[in-house]
């Protein structure tokens, strides 16, 4: 029995395909649309096509495809069921057969929220007790925080005690577990029985995600011989951080006005930079920028302004960031803070005004990579130039757009005193081995799958005609409901050559028919991934072609027209070697 429409349809809401697959491979944006390399065959240039509005991937070199499901299903090698109750399971979908285990779920994220909730007031309640007063002291004076936005964040205090949330959330009714779990205890390794407080002593910042749920919590070492200088909870059933950012909940509002999110290393530059009016800051917790946090800012905004520490480690993340953004398909900016480490000892010492003028003069992320290519060289001499230049021309070779690298490739030669000819043909070079590089891999690409019959559908090795017009019969019919009754009518199931090509139109006019679900998700309960793989290979090959009411006529009749081959009657070997031999005779 198939799934209903509308678990389907809030399944794949939950768990967006290009979403889901960038957890597993790294996506590269091509407009609306996404290219990785495939995660089913060895290759070296991407040749698998995500298509978020079409809800489906393909591969172009080894042909797989499908909805997110198939993808779930190939990729870690489940049945149609297993995929999708893990699908539900990281979407929190309620799963339409099977109520205890979706009330458990659900009831587990909604107690752990509670819980979250719970800790988050008990930590604001000791920033009001006589030892809560050195954290308090901390973030006025030291880190000149207001009383309103300490209240906006909740920020709180974590007693110097190894179990004072413990035992206050013990006498609030949760357990050992749960709170073990939700990462707010840590276990003994000398003595497993032993639980004691995830964080001791420190300033407490609540993580906060886009639904307003507490999620989990960072905090900050209130004295210098802490070596963790952060702390931030484990991954939870609510809580990731590789997805989550820190005051998104916040920025996601404030990036609506102009499309652009401050991108900071640490919470306090964030809380630094809303206090002073700029609400569209976020920041990644414990972690370096990840695609999928990317992915969340680019639902929010198409800029981003990257204001990382001055130090090595902030500029070697920045490098790293502006690849993942730029992956993103999001313009990527570098902001300079000379005189200051960070944003919040920037706003501390200069100003928010000054500050918004710093954004202003941001420096876009070419710049910044050229300015990073004379890092450890003496540009005052003509070997160091030499070098330089030969670093300068592989970032300029890499920018995509013409107009774009013609402006910086004039700038580099103004600088070095080097003709634009010059700076011009060693481009060329470059883009022409690049080319040559390119080509020489899509051809092998190509040798490697050229001969590859159709495991799929074999008919069609023998009825190229014929399984052409039926594939197009397919994609017509999938995009056009309101045409399935004339077409059955004048084309019964029979009339198609090939068995594969006859099995998908049987299914989709079925579906047409009888007002069912017919995306690429509700063939995934009777073909197997390999097939929905070759259902997605017709979608997109047709969707080029433009398949109208007078195209698929004509695909009619080539199905109307077909007459088989008359089979040749099978003779003995004798028989055969005997009119071989009169033949030979008369030659």
Same mark, same amino acid.
């Given at each position: 029995?198939?799934?209903?429409?509308?678990?389907?349809?809030?399944?794949? @809401? /939950?768990?967006?395909?290009?979403?889901?697959?960038?957890?597993?491979?790294?996506?590269?944006?091509?407009?609306?649309?996404?290219?990785?390399?495939?995660?089913?065959?060895?290759?070296?240039?991407?040749?698998? !096509?995500?298509?978020?509005?079409?809800?489906?991937?393909?591969?172009?070199?080894?042909?797989?495809?499908?909805?997110?499901?198939?993808?779930? #299903?190939?990729?870690?090698?489940?049945?149609?069921?297993?995929?999708?109750?893990?699908?539900?399971?990281?979407?929190?979908?309620?799963?339409?057969?099977?109520?205890?285990?979706?009330?458990?779920?659900?009831?587990?994220?909604?107690?752990? $929220? *509670?819980?979250?909730?719970?800790?988050?007031?008990?930590?604001? !309640?000791?920033?009001?007790?006589?030892?809560?007063?050195?954290?308090?002291?901390?973030?006025?004076?030291?880190?000149?925080?207001?009383?309103?936005?300490?209240?906006?964040?909740?920020?709180?205090?974590?007693?110097?005690?190894?179990?004072?949330?413990?035992?206050?959330?013990?006498?609030?009714?949760?357990? *050992?577990?749960?709170? *073990?779990?939700?990462?707010?205890?840590?276990?003994?390794?000398?003595?497993?029985?032993?639980?004691?407080?995830?964080?001791?002593?420190?300033? #407490?910042?609540?993580?906060?995600?886009?639904?307003?749920?507490?999620?989990?919590?960072?905090?900050?070492?209130?004295?210098?011989?802490?070596?963790?200088?952060?702390?931030?909870?484990?991954?939870?059933?609510?809580?990731?951080?590789?997805?989550?950012?820190?005051?998104?909940?916040?920025?996601?509002?404030?990036?609506?006005?102009?499309?652009?999110?401050?991108?900071?290393?640490?919470?306090?530059?964030?809380?630094?930079?809303?206090?002073?009016?700029?609400?569209?800051?976020? @920041?990644?917790?414990?972690?370096?920028?990840?695609? *999928?946090?990317?992915?969340?800012?680019?639902?929010?905004?198409?800029?981003?302004?990257?204001?990382?520490?001055?130090?090595?480690?902030?500029?070697?993340?920045?490098?790293?960031?502006?690849?993942?953004?730029?992956?993103?398909?999001?313009?990527?900016?570098?902001?300079?803070?000379?005189? /200051?480490?960070?944003?919040?000892?920037?706003?501390?010492?200069?100003?928010?005004?000054?500050?918004? !003028?710093?954004?202003?003069?941001?420096?876009?992320?070419?710049?910044?990579?050229?300015?990073?290519?004379?890092?450890?060289?003496?540009?005052?001499?003509?070997?160091?130039?030499?070098?330089?230049?030969?670093?300068?021309?592989?970032?300029?070779?890499?920018?995509?757009?013409?107009?774009?690298?013609?402006?910086? /490739?004039?700038?580099?030669?103004?600088?070095?005193?080097?003709?634009?000819?010059?700076?011009?043909?060693?481009?060329?070079?470059?883009?022409?081995?690049?080319?040559?590089?390119?080509?020489?891999?899509?051809?092998?690409?190509?040798?490697?799958?050229?001969?590859?019959?159709?495991?799929?559908?074999?008919?069609?090795?023998? !009825?190229?005609?014929?399984?052409?017009?039926?594939?197009?019969?397919? $994609?017509?019919?999938?995009?056009?409901?309101?045409?399935?009754?004339?077409?059955?009518?004048?084309?019964?199931?029979?009339?198609?050559?090939?068995?594969?090509?006859?099995?998908?139109?049987?299914?989709?006019?079925?579906?047409?028919?009888?007002?069912?679900?017919?995306?690429?998700?509700?063939?995934?309960?009777?073909?197997?991934?390999?097939?929905?793989?070759?259902?997605?290979?017709?979608?997109?090959?047709?969707?080029?072609?433009?398949?109208?009411?007078?195209?698929?006529?004509?695909?009619?009749?080539?199905?109307?027209?077909?007459?088989?081959?008359?089979?040749?009657?099978?003779?003995?070997?004798?028989?055969?070697?005997?009119?071989?031999?009169?033949?030979?005779?008369?030659?």
């Amino acid at each position: 029995m198939p799934l209903p429409i509308d678990f389907i349809e809030r399944l794949k @809401a /939950a768990n967006p395909i290009a979403e889901v697959m960038s957890s597993y491979v790294t996506l590269k944006r091509t407009g609306r649309d996404y290219v990785c390399l495939c995660p089913f065959h060895n290759e070296k240039t991407p040749s698998c !096509h995500i298509h978020p509005d079409k809800e489906y991937f393909h591969c172009f070199g080894c042909g797989a495809g499908g909805d997110v499901i198939t993808f779930t #299903m190939k990729y870690n090698n489940l049945d149609y069921w297993e995929a999708v109750k893990l699908l539900a399971e990281r979407g929190g979908v309620p799963l339409p057969e099977d109520n205890g285990y979706d009330s458990k779920r659900t009831d587990t994220r909604k107690r752990f $929220y *509670e819980m979250n909730k719970t800790a988050a007031r008990f930590f604001y !309640h000791q920033l009001k007790t006589p030892q809560g007063k050195e954290c308090l002291d901390y973030l006025i004076n030291k880190r000149k925080l207001s009383i309103e936005i300490i209240k906006k964040y909740g920020m709180g205090f974590a007693p110097n005690s190894w179990s004072a949330l413990k035992s206050y959330m013990l006498s609030e009714g949760f357990t *050992e577990e749960e709170l *073990e779990q939700g990462s707010l205890i840590s276990r003994s390794q000398k003595n497993t029985r032993n639980t004691f407080d995830f964080f001791v002593n420190r300033a #407490m910042f609540p993580f906060i995600d886009l639904a307003g749920h507490i999620v989990g919590f960072g905090g900050r070492a209130l004295t210098p011989d802490d070596k963790r200088k952060y702390l931030n909870s484990k991954d939870t059933i609510v809580y990731s951080k590789n997805r989550f950012l820190f005051s998104m909940n916040f920025a996601k509002n404030a990036a609506v006005k102009d499309k652009t999110i401050l991108l900071c290393e640490g919470n306090l530059d964030v809380i630094s930079l809303n206090q002073a009016g700029f609400e569209n800051a976020v @920041a990644s917790c414990g972690t370096a920028l990840t695609p *999928e946090q990317a992915k969340i800012i680019s639902n929010y905004a198409d800029n981003v302004v990257i204001c990382y520490d001055a130090d090595g480690a902030g500029q070697k993340a920045t490098t790293r960031a502006i690849k993942i953004l730029g992956e993103t398909g999001l313009k990527t900016t570098v902001i300079k803070m000379n005189g /200051a480490k960070d944003p919040d000892e920037y706003i501390n010492k200069f100003g928010a005004d000054h500050f918004r !003028h710093l954004l202003k003069k941001s420096d876009g992320a070419i710049e910044f990579e050229l300015e990073k290519c004379k890092d450890g060289i003496d540009m005052d001499t003509d070997i160091g130039r030499i070098d330089y230049l030969k670093k300068a021309y592989k970032v300029l070779a890499d920018i995509s757009s013409p107009t774009e690298r013609e402006i910086y /490739a004039k700038k580099v030669a103004a600088e070095q005193n080097v003709s634009i000819t010059t700076v011009n043909a060693e481009l060329n070079a470059i883009l022409k081995n690049r080319r040559y590089q390119y080509s020489k891999k899509e051809w092998t690409r190509t040798i490697t799958f050229a001969d590859k019959r159709d495991t799929i559908n074999p008919e069609a090795n023998e !009825h190229r005609r014929e399984s052409a017009a039926e594939a197009g019969i397919i $994609y017509y019919l999938y995009n056009n409901h309101d045409a399935c009754g004339d077409v059955l009518k004048r084309l019964p199931p029979d009339k198609f050559v090939t068995s594969f090509n006859r099995r998908v139109y049987e299914s989709l006019t079925s579906k047409i028919t009888d007002l069912q679900d017919c995306s690429v998700s509700s063939f995934n309960g009777e073909f197997s991934p390999e097939e929905v793989g070759k259902i997605t290979e017709i979608l997109e090959k047709y969707s080029e072609l433009g398949i109208d009411a007078k195209v698929a006529e004509d695909y009619i009749n080539v199905l109307l027209n077909y007459k088989p081959k008359e089979k040749q009657e099978d003779i003995s070997d004798d028989d055969f070697f005997k009119k071989f031999e009169e033949m030979r005779k008369k030659n």
